[in-house]
């Protein structure tokens, strides 16, 4: 093994360590009202580079990192923490977000399976972005742009993990089979 591949290693951690900041720092903007959109997408945006950029770098050590398994756990947080924030800035209802919470939480504990995880937690990551479009158009407009520089700078690894939640949700075996003659 290089020299390289440890060094790798240790920045993906770093980017996973950051991310988790980033989450207590969106957290910490709950009660703020809707003026503070603008910097919960920034925010928010920065926990998702530092997602893509954690992960080229633990691809590129080939191996995983001591903090790989917080991976997903981040990605988790940095969804419900703005439905957080825009709970507390009151522009989603506390019933609806406390039905979705709850609700995703007994499906979960029903049928634990990440693809199931990953459906549910898609309003809370893209609620944000949603309403910065009326209230924020600036960071939506950014946000806008980030995503589609994202899907030219990695859109194979999007594609994996779209292919790799149908896997869970056993829709691409289905797919498989009934395109078979």
Do not use: N
């Not at 093994?1 to 360590?17: I, Q, S, Y």
């Not at 039905?99 to 990953?118: E, F, Q, T």
């Not at 209230?135 to 993990?161: H, K, N, S, T, Y």
């Amino acid at each position: 093994m290089g020299k390289v591949e440890p060094f790798l290693r240790l920045l993906a951690d770093l980017a996973t360590l950051a991310r988790g900041g980033v989450v207590a720092l969106v957290l910490l903007r709950v009660g703020e009202g809707p003026e503070a959109l603008a910097g919960v997408v920034h925010l928010l945006l920065l926990g998702w580079t530092l997602d893509v950029l954690d992960g080229w770098l633990a691809r590129a050590s080939r191996r995983p990192s001591p903090l790989a398994a917080w991976d997903y756990p981040l990605d988790a947080g940095l969804a419900w923490a703005g439905l957080a924030y825009l709970v507390g800035a009151g522009l989603v209802p506390e019933g609806f977000a406390w039905s979705w919470a709850v609700g995703s939480l007994v499906l979960l504990l029903r049928y634990p399976k990440k693809s199931l995880s990953m459906l549910l937690q898609v309003p809370a990551t893209f609620a944000p972005f949603y309403y910065a479009q009326k209230l924020a158009p600036e960071a939506f407009w950014e946000a806008l742009i980030w995503a589609f520089l994202m899907l030219l700078l990695d859109g194979r690894r999007f594609l994996g993990v779209v292919l790799e939640f149908m896997e869970d949700a056993g829709l691409l075996a289905s797919a498989r089979r009934e395109s078979r003659p």
